[in-house]
């Protein structure tokens, strides 16, 4: 089993900055890729990044250039920095562990509000 312990979610004003972080424990050796998924009131869930073991990353197209992914294996943290934020990326933040079989370990959610 793996948990997955974000934190980091807040308010933001609109082009200001947040960090989210996102800590893996248990059975860790078990995840290969790990990422973000947003969710927004009334919309339907979106990846917003990816990052493999190796450091490949891969972004939505609507946070392209402004959120960036990264890894520590070591501490086996994610961490998404998130610039130039907009209203519309308001949403609830998860944070994901893929195993190479396929399964997918869920974070609990963190709010970003991004408002004036």
């Known amino acids: 089993q793996v948990q997955l312990v974000e934190a980091g979610g807040g308010l933001a004003q609109p082009g200001g900055s947040l960090r989210l972080s996102c800590a893996a424990s248990g059975s860790v050796l078990s995840i290969t890729a790990m990422g973000w998924y947003r969710q927004a009131p009334g919309k339907q869930r979106e990846l917003v990044a990816t990052?493999?073991?190796?450091?490949?990353?891969k972004y939505a197209d609507s946070v392209k250039g402004r959120f960036t992914i990264s890894r520590d294996n070591v501490k086996n943290t994610v961490y998404l920095q998130m610039n130039s934020l907009k209203p519309e990326d308001t949403a609830v933040y998860s944070c994901?562990?893929?195993?190479?079989?396929?399964?997918?370990?869920w974070g609990q959610g963190t709010q970003v509000t991004v408002s004036s």
């Open positions: 990052i493999t073991r190796g450091g490949i990353t």
């Open positions: 994901t562990g893929l195993t190479p079989v396929g399964y997918t370990y």
